[in-house]
């Protein structure tokens, strides 16, 4: 089993993350719009960095390289409650792991999904109104997005 061990917190301000894709860069961000100093973070197969502020809170998740292809994971919006996800107090500094990543998006409607598990989560943590953090248990296992304006 795959995911980070979280735990749901009172949403914040820079806890609200919005999903952007930053032409320039080619990557797709889900981010905060308060910038902060990431002291912890996790890589996901070299291509998915997630950033954690200084008080634990995830502020950031980066995708690296072509993100989006056909996928078969079930994109539609999850239902999901207000929070921030904080990091678990056994990791600390920089984590790698090796977990395959699963990525989907329906472009008829804007919303997509991003997996480093295959197996399906049982909650979800509302980051904003276009983005939601996936869970299984007290595990991230992944997140929801939408692009549409």
Request: charged share 25%; with cysteine.
């Amino acid at each position: 089993m795959s995911g980070i061990p979280v735990i749901v917190v009172p949403p914040t301000a820079p806890g609200r993350l919005y999903p952007r894709y930053i032409n320039r860069a080619g990557i797709f961000v889900i981010q905060s719009r308060l910038p902060r100093p990431c002291p912890h973070g996790v890589n996901i197969d070299g291509r998915v960095i997630l950033d954690f502020g200084e008080d634990r809170i995830l502020v950031g998740v980066e995708v690296l390289g072509r993100p989006f292809g056909k996928g078969k994971m079930e994109v539609t919006r999850p239902s999901a409650t207000p929070g921030d996800i904080r990091l678990g107090e056994a990791l600390t500094g920089s984590s790698e792991y090796d977990w395959p990543i699963f990525m989907s998006y329906d472009v008829q409607q804007d919303i997509g999904r991003i997996s480093f598990d295959e197996g399906d989560f049982d909650r979800a943590v509302a980051l904003s109104d276009t983005a939601s953090a996936l869970l299984r248990g007290d595990n991230l296992i992944g997140f929801w997005f939408s692009l549409a304006r």
